[in-house]
Structures are given as C-alpha cells and as structure tokens.
C-alpha cells in the first residue's frame, strides 16, 4: 500500500541525558518504544526537533521530539505541522499526566492542557485546542511537589508498571494511525478511568 497522508506523532520531554530517565519524559520514552517496534530512528534534526521516519501500517509517518526544553514545546510543534502540511486530525501529542494514576492511559480528541506546560506551548502556538493527545499517567507525588516529582527518575518498581503503559500506548498509536483518535479512544480508553 503506497503512503498516504503524513501523521505527526509528538512526544513530549526535556532533551539532554540528565532528562532522560525522568517522569516528566514519558513521551520521549513512549516514543522511543515505538520507533523501535515499528524499525524507525531519530537519525535528523529539524525545526528544532529530533524526527524519525518512514512508512508505518500504511501511512506516512512522521515521530518528533521536541528540544526546546518541555515549556516551548510549541516552538517546534507548530513549524512541523506547517511545513509537512499536517491536519490537525493527523496530529498526535505524547505526554505525561499528574492527574491519571501511575501507568494508566488516556486518549482524548482535544480539550484544554490540563496545567500540562508543554500542552499550553503547543496550544498557544497552534491557535486551538482541537488536536489528538495521549495521556500517560504517572500519579500525583506524596509530598505535593510536583515540580520535584516530574523532573525526577522512575523508582525501580515504578518501571515495569511504565513498561507495561507504554506497550499498551505504542498499541493505541498503531490504532491511531490506521483508524484514527475516535477508534482509539474507544478501544483503549475502556476500563482506564
């Protein structure tokens, strides 16, 4: 099947090593899962982005992570989307959630950022909230510093709760991709909240 149609997929995250392992990076992490899985690899830069891509379950696809640290994720998001010509239906953002429990997942066709700093970038630069986001949970911290929590690494037995919402969101991308965000929701957000 000849490709048809870009889709954008974003993950969120703060760039540099020191990020890396971090909750506030669960769409680079995300991301990174589902490159491996379908073969890609953030091999260029542009528009301040790392970008992989190819052809994926028939569709020509596009996986970005911004570097322009978490709060100006817009800076990038919004050149991506204009220069490849993505509609918004074909735009999908990858992010943490403090308010969805530790590994849980959440897709919704658009709405509001949440408090989300990297969705307010993306929004304000967008000019609308009408864009496909997946939510991935990594719980509210026990001392109320939130700032703390999400810039911090994974404790050991958070991992494989965040290995198991990740394969289960590479699953709901590839849904994404080939039948697009309502099919996703109704598929993957049952029993999730």
Request: proline share 6%; charged share 20%.
């Amino acid at each position: 099947m000849s490709p048809v149609a870009t889709v954008l997929i974003v993950g969120l995250g703060n760039p540099g090593p020191e990020y890396a392992g971090n909750r506030h990076n669960a769409g680079f992490q995300c991301l990174a899962r589902f490159a491996e899985r379908y073969g890609l690899r953030f091999s260029y830069y542009r528009f301040r982005a790392s970008l992989a891509s190819g052809s994926v379950l028939g569709r020509r696809l596009l996986l970005a992570r911004p570097l322009t640290y978490m709060n100006e994720s817009g800076q990038a998001v919004q050149p991506l989307v204009h220069h490849y010509g993505i509609s918004l239906a074909d735009l999908l953002v990858v992010y943490d959630d403090l308010d969805l429990p530790l590994g849980r997942i959440r897709l919704r066709a658009r709405g509001s950022s949440g408090g989300h700093r990297g969705l307010e970038s993306i929004i304000r630069h967008l000019g609308t909230t009408e864009f496909p986001r997946l939510r991935l949970g990594i719980g509210r911290p026990p001392n109320g510093d939130a700032v703390e929590y999400v810039l911090s690494d994974w404790l050991p037995e958070e991992r494989p709760v965040m290995e198991a919402a990740y394969e289960r969101a590479v699953e709901a991308i590839a849904c994404f991709i080939r039948e697009g965000i309502v099919a996703a929701m109704n598929r993957y957000n049952a029993g999730e909240e």
